[in-house]
């Protein structure tokens, strides 16, 4: 079920869980998530390497996003966007643990649809 608000309703948090990806909106070569993480983070030597370009903005609580080809683990808070072209490996090396950190993600330019749910 989509949300109607971006911060509510968020699902308890729990470091342990997956994080919580709501789907927003699929159209041809576009899709927005609603991300909500509490302390996960990606796993050790794990770099996303996506055929798609992706932009972020932060909505609530902090991350660390580490580009490949940087040096230093970029810290992240409400407001914040990136824009993380195709095929720039990237993760995420932590986000803030107890509190929700809200991502809206804005997938773009994928060849093929989208899978569906």
């Not at 909500?36 to 972020?56: K, L, T």
């Not at 940087?70 to 824009?83: F, I, N, Y």
């Not at 072209?85 to 060849?111: D, I, M, N, S």
Request: with cysteine.
């Amino acid at each position: 079920m989509t949300p109607d608000n971006l911060l509510a309703p968020l699902p308890p948090c729990d470091p342990g869980a997956p994080e919580w990806v709501d789907d927003l909106l699929k159209r041809p070569g576009l899709r927005i998530e609603r991300i909500v993480s509490s302390g996960q983070c990606s796993p050790p030597d794990f770099w996303y390497d996506q055929p798609e370009g992706e932009w972020i903005v932060l909505l609530s609580g902090s991350a660390g996003l580490r580009l490949e080809h940087e040096a230093h683990t970029r810290l992240l808070v409400p407001g914040d966007c990136l824009d993380i072209p195709a095929h720039c490996r990237h993760r995420v090396e932590w986000t803030a643990q107890g509190t929700h950190t809200v991502w809206l993600a804005v997938f773009y330019g994928a060849t093929a649809p989208w899978p569906s749910n």
